[in-house]
């Protein structure tokens, strides 16, 4: 598979995070969210694997590993976790469709993986099964947790809701015709969440402005909104966005992986027909910047988990035996969330909504501002 350009720039980046604490999953996972994708799938032996202590392998969810996103964002830290050092080599299988999960799973326990990253919402039966099954194998899941945590599983979870809120709250305060949209992939706790967060902060930011900000696509309260059915098809998140745009709305809020291409192409055709930029958008997950540099002068911001580092801990936990599995979650106190830089909108946002940004990362953290949810956290 070959290395595009960003995917260079997420490994470059990836590299130089810091772990402070690399044997519990519930050590900080900052969210200088980027993507990466890039070598080795499972059976491309190498020099390297073989003189390797620890071997992880990770099994990608069906948006693959070029999906800009989660499965991106997981294979990077996977790649600084072997950049890391401590004789570790990483591998990945993909899975085409949810059918791969559990033979994906059993390949690599066959392959006596240290640690098998599982990547996303929908692999959490197949991967408790598996570490069930197998109690002495090691096993990370992005995007999921156990009620009981499971001790030989690093679940991996990030608590969107509070960025997201931020996300929604700068979008009111950006937004010229009173108009903002999100939709998701699939409507799936992970996906939601976001959405969730999202649609609270415009109502925050409404009672904190007296204004009437209208969010297309999700209500918090009902748990309805609009969803194109997968993470892979752009074409259905370009004509989505494009009946949000044509209904008035002028930041969209893609959470859908690989299909938020597919928002931007429609951000960008409505803008080159106005003749200005006057719809924009946020990315998820990762630095859109970084991830779809192509899009960078849409994307005001990216509500960001740090999905990158969470990986790198578990996997290098595994590789100095300070694995302990249970849940973590990320969040704007401990870094594991966070809104991107503004990059090309650094200027334009105005100073005033900057501060109260920071005011509501602070409330947040305190507990005087809530960010309610109606996705497992």
């Known amino acids: 598979m070959k290395h595009s350009a ?37 059976g491309s032996g190498t020099s390297a694997a073989a003189a390797a202590k620890t071997l992880g392998c990770m099994v990608t969810d069906t948006g693959g590993i070029d999906d800009r996103s989660f499965n991106a964002s997981s294979w990077a830290g996977m790649q600084a976790a072997q950049a890391a050092g401590s004789g ?80 929604g709250y700068l979008a009111a305060g950006m937004t010229k015709t009173g ?38 696509g999700w209500n918090e ?40 291409l597919g928002a931007a192409k429609a951000v960008q055709d409505a803008d080159n027909a106005a003749g200005s930029q006057k719809v924009n958008m946020m990315w998820v997950d990762t630095d859109g910047c970084v991830s779809a540099p192509q899009y960078c002068k849409y994307f005001i911001t990216s509500v960001q988990k740090g999905i990158i580092t969470a990986v790198k801990t578990a996997v290098v936990g595994a590789a100095t035996g300070n694995f302990k599995g249970g849940n973590y979650i990320g969040t704007l106190a401990n870094g594991g969330v966070a809104l991107a830089p503004f990059h090309q909108f650094a200027s334009q946002i105005p100073a005033s909504v900057q501060n109260e940004l920071n005011q509501i990362k602070a409330g947040i953290i305190s507990g005087s501002i809530q960010t309610p949810t109606k996705s497992p956290v």
């Open 6 to 42: 960003w995917a260079t720039a997420a490994l470059a980046v990836s590299a130089t995070v810091v772990i402070a604490a690399c044997g519990s999953s519930h050590s900080s996972a900052g969210a200088s969210g980027t993507s990466a994708s890039s070598s080795a799938p499972a």
């Open 88 to 167: 570790i080599s990483v591998k990945y299988l993909q899975s085409t469709t949810q059918a791969d999960y559990v033979p994906n799973i059993n390949t690599f326990i066959g392959q006596k993986c240290s640690i098998i990253v599982t990547v996303g919402f929908l692999m959490g039966d197949a991967t408790q099964a598996a570490a069930k099954a197998h109690p002495s194998q090691k096993f990370a899941i992005v995007d999921f947790s156990y009620t009981p945590p499971l001790t030989n599983v690093d679940a991996l979870l990030f608590n969107t809701a509070q960025d997201g809120f931020q996300g």
């Open 179 to 216: 108009k903002v949209a999100t939709f998701g992939g699939q409507k799936l706790p992970t996906v939601t969440i976001y959405m969730d967060g999202f649609y609270d902060g415009v109502q925050y930011y409404n009672s904190k402005h007296g204004t009437h900000v209208q969010v297309l």
């Open 221 to 260: 309260k009902t748990q309805n909104g609009s969803f194109t059915g997968d993470f892979t098809n752009q074409t259905k998140g370009q004509t989505l966005t494009q009946t949000f745009i044509s209904e008035g709305a002028d930041i969209i809020f893609p959470v859908a992986g690989n299909v938020g």
